[in-house]
Nanobody
Framework: QVQLVESGGGLVQAGGSLRLSCAAS????????MAWYRQAPGKQRDLVAT???????NYADSVKGRFTISRDNAKNMVYLQMNSLKPEDTAVYYC?????????WGQGTQVTVSS
């Protein structure tokens, strides 16, 4: 059974930082491209950051220079370091593993940024 479990969310003031973690089980993430998405209330789920199997990263324009995605294949973990947080970053953040054949999602972790 594949599980992606996000953690590290919470309430933070604008300008603060959080580090999200995604722990994978039942799947070897080295075979997958990994990504973080987010969904704010009443809005669609949007891509935040991706990291390929080879470690190439890509970011949404809204988070470039503030967020950093990384992966530790040995630990089967993916991370999202979020700095200089803004109220508009408030959302549920989801971890995704994608192999083009299979795609798996976590349950999400809430991030709330107060102004």
């Amino acid at each position: 059974q594949v599980q992606l479990v996000e953690s590290g969310g919470g309430l933070v003031q604008a300008g603060g930082s959080l580090r999200l973690s995604c722990a994978a089980s039942g799947v070897i993430i080295s075979f997958y491209a990994m990504a973080w998405y987010r969904q704010a209330p009443g809005k669609q789920r949007d891509l935040v950051a991706t990291i390929t199997r080879g470690g190439v990263t890509n970011y949404a324009d809204s988070v470039k220079g503030r967020f950093t995605i990384s992966r530790d294949n040995a630990k089967n973990m993916v991370y999202l370091q979020m700095n200089s947080l803004k109220p508009e970053d408030t959302a549920v953040y989801y971890c995704n593993a994608d192999s083009r054949i299979n795609s798996y999602w976590g349950q999400g972790t809430q991030v709330t940024v107060s102004s």
